[in-house]
């Protein structure tokens, strides 16, 4: 959670600490199902390989939403490191979690709450967002994957 920082936006601080808490749940998720050796279904989605797959997929989506959020309002870049590779993602996973959701809680702090509504600028898969739409997107994204998972292993306890 973000202690003790005054956002200009509050809307922002709810919105990271969201994104932080799904981000946490979608791992533990992701952990459970791989130690029951939970299977991916078939799929010809890049990111539904494998769980070293589904979860680089959900960092690197985590990073490119803030990248791309202070990219649009000409911020500085949040310094958030590459996300380890496919080989490496399983066991730097925890660490790399951490240095996310810290450098998340830095670039919005002094935002002005209109920056967050107007104007709409296009994500790299063309659909056009202003930044509180792109940050709801960002705190969706790894829920929906931990909906996912938790659904298949519920599936395959029963």
Same mark, same amino acid.
């Given at each position: 959670?973000?202690?003790?920082?005054?956002?200009?936006?509050?809307?922002?601080?709810?919105?990271?600490?969201?994104?932080?808490?799904?981000?946490?749940?979608?791992?533990?998720?992701?952990?459970?199902?791989?130690?029951?050796?939970?299977?991916?279904?078939?799929?010809?989605?890049?990111?539904?390989?494998?769980?070293?797959?589904?979860?680089?997929?959900?960092? =690197?989506? +985590?990073?490119? /939403?803030?990248?791309?959020?202070?990219?649009?309002?000409? $911020? @500085?870049?949040?310094?958030?490191? #590459?996300?380890?590779?496919?080989?490496?993602?399983? =066991?730097? +996973?925890?660490? /790399?979690?951490?240095?996310?959701?810290?450098?998340?809680? $830095? @670039?919005?702090?002094?935002?002005? #709450?209109?920056?967050?509504?107007?104007?709409?600028? =296009?994500?790299?898969?063309?659909?056009?967002?202003?930044?509180?739409?792109?940050?709801?997107?960002?705190?969706?994204?790894?829920?929906?994957?931990?909906?996912?998972?938790?659904?298949?292993?519920?599936?395959?306890?029963?």
């Amino acid at each position: 959670m973000v202690k003790k920082t005054k956002y200009r936006y509050p809307g922002a601080l709810a919105l990271i600490e969201l994104h932080e808490q799904y981000l946490d749940k979608f791992y533990t998720a992701l952990t459970e199902a791989e130690k029951q050796n939970l299977t991916l279904p078939q799929t010809t989605d890049p990111a539904y390989t494998s769980p070293a797959a589904l979860l680089y997929h959900v960092l =690197e989506c +985590a990073r490119y /939403y803030m990248v791309w959020i202070c990219q649009q309002l000409d $911020l @500085p870049d949040p310094g958030i490191d #590459e996300t380890p590779n496919r080989n490496e993602i399983a =066991e730097k +996973a925890g660490q /790399y979690i951490a240095h996310l959701t810290e450098r998340w809680r $830095l @670039p919005l702090i002094n935002v002005p #709450e209109d920056s967050f509504y107007q104007p709409e600028y =296009e994500a790299r898969w063309g659909t056009k967002y202003c930044i509180d739409a792109m940050l709801e997107h960002a705190v969706m994204h790894p829920l929906r994957h931990e909906y996912q998972l938790r659904k298949m292993i519920a599936m395959s306890n029963d």
